[in-house]
T-cell receptor
Framework: GDSVTQMEGPVTLSEEAFLTINCTYT??????LFWYVQYPGEGLQLLLK?????DKGSNKGFEATYRKETTSFHLEKGSVQVSDSAVYFC???????????FGAGTRLAVHP | DTAVSQTPKYLVTQMGNDKSIKCEQN?????MYWYKQDSKKFLKIMFS???????INETVPNRFSPKSPDKAHLNLHINSLELGDSAVYFC??????????????FGPGTRLTVT
């Protein structure tokens, strides 16, 4: 079945460091891909999305590119802030299906 | 101007009880969902409703019964609660655009603790 694999956390960085969180997927067809973020004690917020190969999603300095050849959707940010500390979830939506399949989540902790 | 709201935010109850969680969305979406997040933060879909009709049931025990009185509401009733039901339950909603891209908006979650 379809699945998402994320790098295990926690990821601990200093402020202004470069961030990469790896995400790979297994799916039949051409899913849509998403990154969601969950701040402590809150629900999930959509961070960015990409709906077809080579699409780049971006928001709040975060970027991810839909790579069909490597089945990947890695999340990057050039300079993290303390306020970026949260759990990040990679997810896919199989084409034509009303559901999200999530990765296990990666906790990011950014220190001053 | 809350988009997806859930009540209650916290729910503590004993094994064997029956409880309900309510969800409402004011985004005009036609599809609503329930997800379960376990203690390790893993998220898994439970149910999906489109225009008040059940379209996804991911092998959830019969003790869980969703009900959608209208497109803006999706409630979750749980009978005979068990310790393993302790989790955070998230409601979500989306359009079903027909293009296969289902961007979902999540509520704040309901933390259920069964003792």
């Amino acid at each position: 079945g379809d699945s998402v694999t994320q790098m295990e956390g926690p990821v601990t960085l200093s402020e202004e460091a470069f961030l990469t969180i790896n995400c790979t997927y297994t799916a039949t067809g051409y899913p849509s891909l998403f990154w969601y973020v969950q701040y402590p004690g809150e629900g999930l917020q959509l961070l960015l999305k990409a709906t077809k190969a080579d699409d780049k999603g971006s928001n709040k300095g975060f970027e991810a590119t839909y790579r069909k050849e490597t089945t990947s959707f890695h999340l990057e940010k050039g300079s993290v802030q303390v306020s970026d500390s949260a759990v990040y979830f990679c997810a896919l939506s199989p084409r034509g299906y009303n559901k999200l399949i999530f990765g296990a989540g990666t906790r990011l902790a950014v220190h001053p | 101007d809350t988009a997806v709201s859930q009540t209650p935010k916290y729910l503590v109850t004993q094994m064997g009880n029956d409880k309900s969680i309510k969800c409402e969305q004011n985004l005009g979406h036609d599809t609503m969902y329930w997800y379960k997040q376990d203690s390790k933060k893993f998220l898994k879909i439970m149910f999906s409703y489109n225009n008040k009709e059940l379209i996804i049931n991911e092998t959830v025990p019969n003790r869980f019964s969703p009900k959608s009185p209208d497109k803006a509401h999706l409630n979750l009733h749980i009978n005979s609660l068990e310790l393993g039901d302790s989790a955070v339950y998230f409601c979500a909603s989306s359009h079903s655009t027909g293009t296969g891209v289902y961007e979902q908006y999540f509520g704040p979650g309901t933390r259920l603790t069964v003792t």
